[in-house]
């Protein structure tokens, strides 16, 4: 989906970040979230709490409380202004075998909103060092 395509939908691209956040609190979805400050949190959760607070009508107070202040599986507290992406995981991992083969051709691709590769985007929001973790990430990316 391109920019212009998710801000017609849903306004902002914090405004999609909360949609993704409240869907994955309400099923229990891992993912792996990216900062812009830091490195990313891994096959992780989201609380169901976010998600009650919806059900029973908590209003935007509460659920701005809850969305600056949101609890993942790994014991993390983060603020969903610090979130740069959230990309779902399959349920149960992604398996060694599925992984190895994965074509990393795909990574060279441009995908991006100003011409980058996805090998670039994956390297800049996952904070890579190395060429062996862009390719750990850009394969859990492209088999999930």
């Known amino acids: 989906m391109n920019i212009e395509k998710l801000e017609e939908i849903f306004g902002s691209r914090l405004a999609f970040l909360g949609y993704q956040v409240c869907q994955l609190s309400m099923t229990g979805h891992p993912c792996d979230i990216t900062f812009f400050k830091r490195k990313p949190a891994i096959d992780v959760k989201i609380d169901s709490q976010i998600n009650l607070a919806l059900a029973y009508g908590a209003g935007p107070v509460a659920l701005k409380d809850k969305l600056d202040n ?7 507290h983060i603020g969903l202004t610090e979130i740069w992406t959230i990309n779902p995981m399959p349920k149960g991992g992604i398996s060694e075998e599925k992984l190895n083969n994965v074509d990393l051709s795909e990574a060279e691709k441009v995908c991006g909103p100003n011409g980058e590769t996805l090998r ?25």
């Open 70 to 76: 949101i609890r993942l599986s790994n014991d993390q």
């Open 120 to 144: 670039k985007m994956i390297r800049d929001t996952y904070h890579c060092n190395t060429r062996q973790e862009e390719d750990h990430f850009l394969r859990r990316f492209i088999a999930s």
